[in-house]
């Protein structure tokens, strides 16, 4: 009964939803290394796209780019091509049925892949073995849905073992079932999406949103798992609008005991987006975390759909996190654009003039280039960003209220107290593509001088009570730590439709810090179904 208000506006809008014809649409996979195939096009000049709200909406890309052709991915007309097993490998769902007003699909999904850890005293072979099925399909022009599972056993480098006996969690995925030899994990995800005439567009399920134009986002990232939302995004002249609503879980309740429970919190997003002129474009967030135990019942305030929440959160007298973000994004041309974020946490104008190192300065950043086809080369991309956050930022009285969803951040995987540099090489030909992404951070890990744990502003699950003083803090105290990533990846576009590649890379990642040094470098090769972004670049 506590959330029976939610889920009546959730079936009333599935309803009203559900009984509209009008604009067929999708959402597709949320996936950097598949969306260069129409970037390049939708941040043309004059092109008005909303590109910082993702995942994309699949008729809002097509009038720009061609989504349903597979012309760059043709291969040779052969006659295997045109056989039945030539097609469901290379160009076609395995089964899908098409007539007038529906499109119906089914995939197996899979990971499969080896590798090589070869680390400071430790060598080790690594692999994911995942298996699982994909649905989903369109039902005349304003409704689609999708489904997808997979069930995992993996082991991993070191380093991301230490990161999953902390958390319990995989980076980016569920909590792990045990950890004695192996990870068994699983993941899943599905949504249904509607459109209401050309101007709104609805999306009820548990998958992943990101807010952004660079491969961070200090806003709303994809960094961690899935988690159910509703989502309305409404679109008229040069104006994107979003509301979120969102069901997020944390710890300390998460365990690899499947007994446990959950500890849950909720989050409401408004996102508004503008189109200023053909260059520029500026985008306003608000978000609330709010907390839900035995003793509050499910707060009606923040269904308001209406942007300027933190009047409300304040007039409650509401213990809740509030965070204020601003994005942007200026087109040079049609081939580069700059691109920023900025996110308030906390922000008192004295303070910050006064430069005492005041704990309440919570404050994260991000700017950006990226050019498309630089020096006249077909198809290259390049890009380069910096991003930054203050100790402290995303913390709040507890986990229940962080920016953090499953026991992995909201926005930046490093969580904060850091500042990084990503820069990338990536470079197509048809069905090919290969990838250099470099990643050079500094950390100030919640490590004090005697070698024990203190908060010192890097875990945004910590509770900010537990800082060390209110003053005199500064970004890297703790351990600083100098992080580096290297990947350099080869992938082959085997099936477009079912977004199948085979790829093999490899990754160096070396840390230090007074505490000693440390290298790892890991070789891999496998055969994926590329849905989602994974991260493992901290």
């Given at each position: ?22 604009a ?7 996936n ?22 993702k ?23 052969t ?100 950890y ?10 599905g ?23 660079g ?93 300027f929440?933190r ?18 994004r200026?087109?040079?041309?049609s ?48 890009g ?7 100790p ?22 490093l ?10 090489v ?17 950390v ?7 070698g ?23 970004t890297?105290?703790?351990l600083?730590?100098t992080?580096?990533?290297s ?41 994926r ?10």
């Amino acid at each position: 009964m506590k959330n029976f208000f939610l889920f009546f506006l959730i079936n009333l809008a599935t309803i009203v939803c559900s009984n509209t014809s009008l604009a067929q649409h999708y959402y597709l996979p949320l996936n950097q290394d598949l969306n260069v195939r129409f970037d390049s096009s939708l941040y043309k000049v004059g092109v008005d796209f909303h590109t910082s709200v993702k995942p994309y909406i699949s008729n809002e890309v097509a009038m720009v780019a061609p989504i349903d052709s597979f012309a760059a991915f043709q291969m040779k007309d052969t006659k295997f091509m045109k056989s039945l097993v030539g097609r469901k490998i290379f160009n076609q769902h395995l089964v899908q049925v098409r007539d007038d007003d529906y499109f119906l699909y089914g995939d197996i999904i899979m990971e499969f892949s080896a590798g090589r850890s070869m680390e400071d005293n430790l060598d080790k072979n690594t692999f994911i073995n995942s298996r699982g099925i994909a649905v989903g399909g369109t039902f005349g022009k304003h409704f689609s849905f999708n489904s997808t599972f997979l069930e995992s056993q993996s082991t991993f480098s070191s380093y991301i073992d230490s990161s999953i006996r902390e958390t319990f969690v995989v980076p980016g995925a569920s909590r792990i079932k045990n950890y004695e030899n192996k990870y068994d994990y699983g993941t899943a995800n599905g949504t249904i999406a509607f459109s209401l005439k050309k101007h709104f567009s609805f999306q009820f399920g548990h998958d992943k949103n990101f807010i952004g134009d660079g491969y961070r986002s200090m806003l709303l990232s994809d960094n961690s798992y899935n988690y159910p939302f509703l989502k309305i995004n409404a679109s008229f002249w040069k104006i994107r609008y979003m509301v979120l609503y969102a069901l997020f879980q944390d710890g300390p309740y998460i365990t690899f005991n499947d007994d446990e429970s959950f500890r849950r919190k909720y989050g409401t997003f408004h996102y508004l987006d503008v189109n200023i002129g053909k260059r520029l474009t500026v985008g306003v967030l608000e978000g609330i975390i709010w907390d839900y135990d035995s003793t509050r019942a499910f707060d009606i305030n923040y269904l308001n759909p209406v942007i300027f929440l933190r009047p409300v959160e304040f007039s409650i007298g509401s213990p809740d996190n509030a965070l204020i973000g601003f994005n942007a994004r200026y087109k040079l041309n049609s081939r580069n654009y700059l691109y920023g974020q900025l996110m308030l946490d906390e922000f008192k104008l004295n303070e910050v003039k006064a430069d005492s190192g005041w704990w309440g300065n919570k404050q994260a950043f991000q700017l950006g280039f990226r050019s498309f086809s630089p020096f006249g080369i077909k198809n290259l991309i390049v890009g380069s960003e910096f991003n930054y956050a203050r100790p402290f930022t995303y913390q709040h009285k507890s986990a229940a209220t962080a920016y953090s969803h499953y026991n992995q951040p909201l926005a930046h995987p490093l969580g904060a107290n850091f500042w990084e540099s990503v820069s990338s090489v990536s470079y197509s030909l048809k069905r090919w593509n290969v990838n250099l992404k470099v990643n050079y951070a500094k950390v100030g890990y919640d490590i004090d001088s005697l070698g024990n744990e203190a908060n010192f502003g890097n875990n945004v699950l910590l509770s900010y009570e537990t800082r060390p003083g209110d003053y005199g803090n500064e970004t890297l105290q703790g351990l600083e730590t100098t992080v580096i990533n290297s990947d350099f990846k080869i992938w082959y576009l085997l099936n477009p439709a079912a977004n199948l590649v085979l790829e093999a890379g490899t990754r160096i990642r070396k840390t230090e810090n007074r505490i000693g040094n440390s290298q790892t470098v890991f070789v891999y090769f496998g055969i994926r179904t590329a849905l989602w972004n994974r991260y493992l670049d901290f």
